[in-house]
């Protein structure tokens, strides 16, 4: 059996931002059906999904410095199958109510599956708390759901250590003392490789010391938590690759330019100030990678303005320069090695500002795998993803003031576009805006899931 899987920072921050601040960050995964879905087909994929990794909590460590281990653990929030329909009006208020179940990091309920009535078949919610599991995760969870992974089972942490393998992998005393060797033993070549190259560069060093000085997290202060606003829309795939190439782009580089352009419409203003787009980079090796959190948010700082609907040209090549540079970049100021080893208030503050710390994040899932269209063992009328923060964002103490997903599902393209209802009012509001962006980009918004400001609604 392989070693543990332990908590990396990406982990420990989003624990921590949950636990002591009262702040989540959920995936929502959304599948519109076309004909009813049974409870016991719902029931089925609940129980393969409760054997895989989603189903699992953080352990403690048993000596300091050592890192927390994800442990098998049964999910106790259970299978939500509502009588009553969900319509073009109440949806995404159904997705918003779904996205605010509690599912709390000390706790067992680890995710929520949900389903409700809509139209002729059926809507089905999946909710993960980031500090779970990223997006891509998910994806993978779905696809893999059932199958072994390299967590370490719940009852071999009361025991000591799982009887079928050696125990200094094991989340027991031992294996702690060994991560702890192992990570200083690390973190000594790591910091000799590390500081060189502080050394050399005054922006790294300025950012190091303005860290160290930042005060500790509190509670939120600055105003009342934000929920955004959100909706979904539908275009063609092919047109939208055909109107990115046009323009000498990509489909990911016309996504940036889409978002970037809702925040120069909606929050900047036509400003010049330069907008900061938060790209998130997945660092998984292979579908079998069981780590929660393996992605990074790479700032992309792009032109201010009006919006911009010309050449993608110049967003293209400075994407593809910042994640030629970028590597295997962590999420923290240090050597991960190292930050690990440092006392929590410390190693809190030299995180990376991360998504929040950006004008928009475009998260780009790319195909929708196979098993994930055909969630529930039949093909998927439509699939979406969206990231959303409960309770919300405190204004004073991020910037971040939209997100968007992107995915792609056959010939269709799914658009989520979620967004600070102080800057794009409610939902209609925000389908206005967004229809327009994608009438500009000469895309035509195929169907709204829920509401939308066209006949095309469903």
């Known amino acids: 059996m392989p070693g543990t899987v332990r908590l990396n920072p990406t982990d420990e921050m989003l624990h921590a931002a949950a636990d002591r601040l009262g702040s989540s960050r959920i995936v929502q995964v959304l599948w519109s059906f076309d004909r009813p879905v049974p409870r016991r087909t719902l029931e089925a994929e609940w129980h393969r999904l409760d054997q895989g990794r989603l189903s699992r909590r953080a352990a403690p460590s048993r000596i300091p410095g050592a890192r927390r281990t994800w442990v098998r653990a049964h999910n106790t929030e259970e299978l939500d199958t509502a009588a009553r329909p969900v319509t073009v009006g109440t949806l995404m208020e159904w997705a918003d109510r779904e996205v605010r179940v509690p599912l709390p990091p000390g706790s067992n309920a680890l995710w929520r599956l949900a389903a409700a009535p809509y139209g002729s078949g059926s809507v089905v919610s999946l909710t993960v708390p980031h500090f779970r599991c990223d997006g891509l995760g998910i994806f993978d969870a779905i696809a893999s759901g059932g199958r072994p992974d390299r967590t370490v089972p719940e009852a071999a942490i009361a025991s000591g250590g799982p009887p079928d393998r050696p125990v200094p992998d094991a989340s027991s005393p031992l294996g702690d003392a060994v991560d702890v060797l192992r990570q200083a033993a690390r973190a000594g070549v790591d910091t000799v490789r590390w ?17 160290l000085r930042r005060p500790p997290a509190g509670p939120p202060v600055g105003g ?41 419409a909606a929050v900047r203003t036509d400003s010049p100030t330069p907008i900061e787009v938060g790209l998130p980079m997945t660092l998984r090796e292979s579908k079998d990678d069981g780590r929660a959190n393996a992605l990074v948010v790479l700032p992309l700082t792009i032109q201010g303005g009006p919006p911009r609907y010309a050449g993608l040209r110049r967003t293209r090549d400075a994407t593809r320069e910042l994640l030629s540079r970028t590597g295997e970049r962590g999420g923290t100021l240090v050597p991960e090695t190292l930050w690990h080893l440092l006392p929590a208030g410390r190693a809190h503050r030299l995180l990376r500002p991360g998504a929040q710390q950006t004008d928009v994040v475009a ?96």
């Not at 500081?195 to 860290?211: F, N, W």
């Not at 929708?368 to 093909?379: C, K, L, M, S, Y």
Request: hydrophobic share 45%; proline share 5%.
């Open 363 to 458: 998260s780009n899932f790319g195909r929708t795998p196979d098993a994930v269209a055909r969630f529930t063992g039949r093909p998927a009328d439509g699939v979406a993803v969206r990231t959303m923060n409960v309770p919300g964002v405190v204004a004073d103490r991020a910037r971040i003031r939209a997100s968007l997903c992107l995915v792609r599902t056959g010939d269709r393209m799914a658009v989520t576009v979620t967004g600070m209802p102080d800057h794009f009012g409610d939902g209609s509001s925000l389908a206005r805006l967004v229809d327009k962006e994608l009438s500009a980009w000469g895309l035509r918004a195929d169907r709204w899931w829920g509401a939308g400001p066209t006949p095309h609604a469903w």
């Open 224 to 264: 009342e938590p934000r929920f955004f606003t959100s909706l979904i829309v539908e275009t063609d795939a092919i047109a939208w690759e055909e109107q990115a190439r046009a323009r000498g782009g990509t489909v990911n580089s016309l996504f940036i330019e889409f978002a970037a352009n809702l925040v120069r």
């Open 195 to 211: 500081l060189p190259r502080l050394l050399g560069s005054r922006a790294e060093r300025d950012g190091l010391v303005a860290a």
